[in-house]
């Protein structure tokens, strides 16, 4: 154990992780406006509030956007977009209200992968034949969307609710609903597969109320293309082809009398093992946890922020080897991007702070790293908009000079 530490990284850690001046800033590259006022709302036409992107094999970049309209507590439509890594934004579909309002081919959009066809699939929230939501396939191009099932259609909602989806090395996807399954509408969730070269869907497993009072919080697919996930303060393992599942409760700590919980799903380390960000209530300060693949080997990290306003985002590992996570709320209240290190759980730094007033938007809600390396993400809202608009939300990049992936 080293005994002695320098004065200069002393000094460092009693200052602690701070915006340092050099760091990278976000870029915006689109953002989504719309005609009237943040006050009072208004339509937006290419979307609102975007909530999910990945870039495609192309290398185009391809995401959905939560609504079409602002001004009511629960906004309605959304689209499908793509933009090219030069910023060329285009409109793949846009989820329409229909004759009786019931938004029949989805509303709310908020899961996005591409399929080994080259195909989009997604779901959206509400909307469809049952009103649960739909499962959604279409072209890059904007051509050829299929609704290819409805959740909740099946008596009681044994078929499950919406949820995202992961491509696995069968070839095939497989996605985790929150809700629904063999307890009905308000049952725990289930694990469902879809065939992309026939488009068939299938539960596959439903979660019951044996470990906690929850469902699943989404799927990562391991090396040999098993799954894993968590249910609540549980480890979950599934193997599609046998229908194998093995799960276990994790001793997440009670920590000043306030009990911890896993707030993401899992993903994989630089290990191998498997990693997720947890917080503590009410404090909700925040940290990352490590479990082998097999359930064993669970250990909590202290907290890298004790900031009551920080509330975890996504979770990711780029090619300088450490998580680079999104705060929805961040220290000052918008939103911001930390590092933190696998090895131990310490935030090594703050690359990005975002404001209300911020060209590239506030609210940060996805994360990634694309093929030359550079990071692209959301934001919820605002931005910068022409007189007679508001801003509702921003896709925009970071390049923070690291390899490409």
């Not at 530490?5 to 701070?18: D, E, Y």
């Not at 409805?150 to 090395?169: E, I, K, Q, W």
């Not at 947890?278 to 082998?292: D, L």
Request: glycine share 16%; proline share 8%.
């Amino acid at each position: 154990m080293k005994t002695q530490v320098s004065f200069a990284l002393l000094f460092g850690l009693l200052l602690g992780p701070a915006v340092h001046a050099a760091s990278p800033q976000p870029v915006p590259v689109y953002t989504f406006t719309c005609k009237g006022s943040l006050t009072f709302g208004g339509i937006c036409p290419n979307g609102g509030r975007p909530d999910a992107i990945l870039q495609g094999s192309d290398g185009n970049f391809y995401g959905a956007a939560w609504d079409s309209q602002e001004g009511s507590s629960q906004p309605y439509g959304g689209t499908i977009f793509s933009l090219t890594p030069s910023g060329a934004f285009t409109v793949l579909h846009r989820f329409l209200p229909g004759q009786n309002k019931n938004y029949p081919t989805g509303n709310n959009p908020f899961a996005l992968t591409e399929g080994p066809d080259g195909m989009l699939y997604g779901a959206t929230e509400g909307g469809g034949s049952s009103g649960g939501g739909v499962l959604f396939r279409i072209g890059t191009n904007g051509s050829g969307f299929h609704i290819l099932h409805n959740f909740c259609s099946s008596p009681n909602c044994a078929d499950g609710g919406p949820g995202a989806m992961v491509l696995s090395t069968d070839g095939n996807l497989y996605g985790a609903s929150y809700g629904g399954g063999d307890d009905g509408p308000n049952g725990y969730g289930t694990i469902f597969r879809v065939i992309p070269s026939t488009g068939a869907y299938a539960v596959l497993f439903s979660f019951t109320d044996k470990l906690c009072d929850c469902g699943p919080s989404g799927l990562t697919v391991g090396p040999d293309g098993t799954l894993y996930g968590m249910q609540g303060n549980a480890w979950f393992h599934f193997t599609p082809s046998t229908g194998d599942f093995q799960t276990a409760l994790l001793p997440f700590p009670i920590v000043n009398q306030s009990p911890s919980s896993p707030d993401t799903g899992l993903m994989l380390g630089p290990n191998g093992n498997l990693y997720g960000l947890y917080t503590i209530y009410p404090q909700h300060g925040t940290g990352v946890f490590e479990v082998a693949l097999d359930g064993s080997d669970f250990q909590v990290f202290p907290e890298y922020n004790t900031d009551v306003s920080t509330l975890p985002g996504a979770l990711l590992l780029a090619t300088d080897g450490n998580f680079w996570i999104t705060s929805y709320n961040g220290t000052d209240g918008y939103g911001n991007i930390v590092t933190v290190s696998p090895s131990d759980g310490t935030m090594l730094e703050t690359v990005a702070q975002f404001s209300a007033t911020d060209a590239a938007g506030s609210y940060p809600q996805a994360l990634i790293q694309a093929q030359d390396g550079m990071f692209w993400g959301m934001t919820e809202t605002n931005g910068k908009a022409p007189k007679g608009f508001f801003a509702d939300g921003v896709v925009f990049s970071l390049n923070a000079g690291l390899p490409p992936r």
